[in-house]
């Protein structure tokens, strides 16, 4: 069965950088769009970042310029680089896959991670 498995999470302080990682088997990697959400304690789960197969992406306007996507198709990884973090990026962090195309909706992901904790303190 399809397994995401992220890891990464943790405390780092405000201007601080973190790098998740989500490692994807039991699907073929380089057909899927993967991306990155976050959920914050009492919010809904929102999109962070997405990339297709061959490497295109897109980002949310609250974390373009500081975060970014990219994915290794031999390692079936995908990744997520956070720099000059502040205390509104504190969530779980999940990453989700679908075919082919990139989309933002939490609804057009098929496959999901148990997510990881990613703390940010002022």
């Known amino acids: 069965q399809v397994q995401l498995v992220e890891s990464g999470g943790g405390l780092v302080q405000a201007g601080g950088s973190l790098r998740l990682s989500c490692a994807a088997s039991?699907?073929?990697?380089?057909?899927?769009?993967m991306g990155w959400f976050r959920q914050a304690p009492g919010k809904e789960r929102e999109f962070v970042a997405a990339?297709?197969?061959?490497?295109?992406?897109t980002y949310a306007d609250s974390v373009r310029g500081r975060f970014t996507i990219s994915r290794d198709n031999a390692k079936n990884t995908v990744y997520l680089q956070m720099n000059n973090q502040k205390p509104e990026d504190t969530a779980v962090y999940y990453c989700?896959?679908?075919?082919?195309?990139?989309?933002?909706?939490?609804?057009?992901?098929?496959?999901w991670g148990q997510g990881t904790q990613v703390t940010v303190s002022s």
């Open positions: 989700a896959a679908r075919p082919m195309v990139i989309r933002t909706l939490v609804s057009e992901y098929d496959y």
């Open positions: 039991g699907l073929t990697f380089s057909r899927y769009a």
């Open positions: 990339i297709t197969w061959s490497g295109g992406s």
